[in-house]
């Protein structure tokens, strides 16, 4: 099995992706990612509207860091003017390797109240028109982000769509708007689109060790497996899942000495890019992912819960420290 694959012309060299996770696929979290190995890492998703209207919190989400290639920026919309005029301020403001449509986001304020993310999967004339719209508006690739539906299930017949309008690959989630995140994801309408579309397909859903992994590819004939959950507080799973598809070898399990390094490079990458009250925030629903199966955690989670400035994290840091 070959592990250099291509969405359009970017090469992506083997075939593990990061998700796009609101609130935690930012530069920090996907530098980590690439160095764990990632082949491609996709950014969180980035309103159109905001990204026209320049609002600031959006713009500053367009960061990006070089190692971090390649990468692909998500955007949501349901308009055509705003979503190509978001696409090409994305393009020259951060140059991302790729840009992707979300069709998969089953928040309500995003599915109904914007009618974007999976609503757009009820309309299969305005999902062509609109990935067509993106496409012929940037010189990048463009996948798009679906799931197994709406309320109905048709993720091959909107993968075809958006494959006949220009799109360079598909994602799928295999979870229905209702289902959210709950229940389990059925890999067999991954294998359906895989066998109706000729652009790559990344599988998604359900991906929590290295064996998931490499099932998936094999039930599936998926072109590339993205990881969401798995990964939080546990990026080492990037590489147990290359190590295990491409060498068919399991990773030693993580030290607490590689938890505690790997919590502070977060931390320290997040201040590069937020101020310190706003990386604190984040990193104390980080670190409790980072601590969640160190035994006897009570008393970290509670200073984890407290931490207000970068004092009070490397207290913790210390904490941890202490049980080596």
Same mark, same amino acid.
């Given at each position: 099995?070959?592990?250099?694959?291509?969405?359009?012309?970017?090469?992506?060299?083997?075939?593990?992706?990061?998700?796009?996770?609101?609130?935690?696929?930012?530069? @920090?979290?996907?530098?980590?990612?690439?160095?764990?190995? @990632?082949?491609?890492?996709? @950014?969180?998703?980035?309103?159109?509207?905001?990204? !026209?209207?320049?609002?600031?919190?959006?713009?500053?989400?367009?960061?990006?860091?070089?190692?971090?290639?390649?990468?692909?920026?998500?955007?949501?919309?349901?308009?055509?003017?705003?979503?190509?005029? @978001?696409?090409?301020?994305?393009?020259?403001?951060?140059?991302? /390797?790729?840009?992707?449509?979300?069709?998969?986001?089953?928040?309500?304020?995003?599915? !109904?109240?914007?009618?974007?993310? *999976?609503?757009?999967?009820?309309?299969?004339?305005?999902?062509?028109?609109?990935? %067509?719209?993106?496409?012929?508006?940037?010189? =990048?690739?463009?996948?798009? +982000?679906?799931?197994?539906?709406?309320?109905?299930?048709?993720?091959?017949?909107?993968? $075809?769509? *958006?494959?006949?309008?220009?799109?360079?690959?598909?994602? !799928?989630?295999?979870?229905?708007?209702?289902?959210?995140?709950? #229940? %389990?994801? /059925?890999?067999? =309408?991954?294998?359906?689109?895989?066998?109706? !579309? %000729?652009?790559?397909?990344? #599988?998604?859903?359900?991906?929590?060790?290295?064996? /998931?992994?490499?099932?998936?590819?094999?039930?599936?004939? *998926?072109?590339?497996?993205? =990881? #969401?959950?798995?990964?939080? #507080?546990?990026?080492?799973? =990037? %590489?147990?899942?290359?190590?295990?598809?491409?060498? /068919?070898?399991?990773?030693?399990?993580?030290?607490?000495?590689?938890?505690?390094?790997?919590?502070?490079?977060?931390?320290?990458?997040?201040?590069?890019? $937020?101020?310190?009250?706003?990386?604190?925030?984040?990193?104390?629903?980080?670190?409790?992912?980072?601590?969640?199966?160190?035994?006897?955690?009570?008393?970290?989670?509670?200073?984890?819960?407290?931490?207000?400035?970068? +004092?009070?994290?490397?207290?913790?840091?210390?904490? *941890?420290?202490?049980?080596?």
């Amino acid at each position: 099995m070959s592990k250099i694959w291509y969405i359009g012309k970017v090469k992506i060299t083997n075939k593990i992706v990061s998700a796009p996770m609101a609130g935690i696929s930012n530069s @920090a979290f996907r530098r980590i990612c690439r160095q764990m190995g @990632a082949g491609l890492v996709y @950014a969180e998703m980035v309103s159109d509207k905001a990204v !026209v209207y320049q609002n600031k919190k959006t713009l500053d989400l367009l960061q990006m860091h070089e190692e971090e290639r390649p990468i692909v920026q998500q955007l949501f919309g349901s308009e055509i003017k705003t979503m190509v005029q @978001a696409a090409q301020i994305i393009y020259q403001h951060m140059r991302p /390797d790729i840009i992707d449509i979300n069709m998969g986001c089953p928040v309500p304020k995003v599915a !109904v109240k914007n009618k974007a993310g *999976c609503a757009l999967m009820q309309d299969e004339e305005k999902a062509f028109q609109l990935v %067509k719209a993106v496409v012929a508006s940037v010189p =990048i690739p463009v996948s798009v +982000k679906i799931r197994s539906g709406y309320d109905k299930i048709n993720a091959v017949a909107i993968a $075809k769509v *958006c494959e006949k309008a220009g799109a360079s690959a598909i994602v !799928v989630h295999p979870r229905t708007r209702k289902q959210g995140y709950s #229940g %389990k994801a /059925d890999w067999q =309408i991954i294998k359906e689109v895989k066998n109706n !579309v %000729k652009v790559p397909v990344i #599988g998604n859903g359900d991906v929590l060790t290295a064996e /998931d992994a490499s099932n998936m590819l094999k039930e599936t004939g *998926c072109d590339a497996v993205m =990881i #969401g959950r798995g990964l939080l #507080g546990n990026p080492w799973l =990037i %590489k147990e899942c290359l190590d295990y598809i491409e060498n /068919d070898s399991l990773t030693a399990p993580v030290t607490l000495d590689e938890k505690i390094k790997m919590m502070a490079k977060h931390f320290h990458y997040l201040l590069e890019i $937020k101020v310190e009250k706003v990386a604190i925030l984040q990193m104390r629903q980080l670190a409790l992912w980072y601590v969640k199966n160190i035994p006897h955690n009570r008393e970290l989670k509670q200073m984890i819960v407290k931490m207000k400035n970068k +004092k009070d994290f490397q207290a913790i840091i210390k904490k *941890c420290q202490e049980r080596l």
